[in-house]
């Protein structure tokens, strides 16, 4: 049976995976690099609106808590909150200036 990759060599047999590329194949995707750092597929004017209407965009909640930007901008019609998480959400810094990527109230 002949390479996958390059229809030339002896293909590998593996007893696990099956068939797999031939030796050279192997070795010269070994050799390749992934690619290094972060590659920006987002236009400019994405990025320029991004800014321009984070407002519109804001969510009430990150990981079950509560924003405080949005009850700044929209109060708290619309949402269920207590007395207590609001005064939570308005001692702390907003829940959005942090790193994580939890968008959903849990």
């Known amino acids: 049976m002949l390479c996958s990759n390059c229809q030339k060599e002896e293909a590998q047999i593996h007893p696990l995976y ?6 050279a194949c192997q070795k010269k995707r070994e050799i390749q690099q992934s690619p290094r750092g972060y590659i920006e597929f987002t236009s400019e004017s994405i990025k320029r609106d991004r800014v321009d209407y984070a407002d519109d965009i804001i ?3 990150r990981s079950g808590e509560v924003s405080k930007k949005y009850i700044q901008k929209y109060g708290t019609k619309g949402i269920e909150v207590t007395e207590k998480e609001i005064k939570k959400a308005m001692d702390n810094p907003d829940v959005w200036s942090g790193e994580s990527n939890s968008y959903y109230r849990e």
Not at 18 to 23: C, F
């Open 18 to 23: 099956g068939v797999m590329p031939g030796l």
């Open 59 to 61: 969510q009430p909640y």
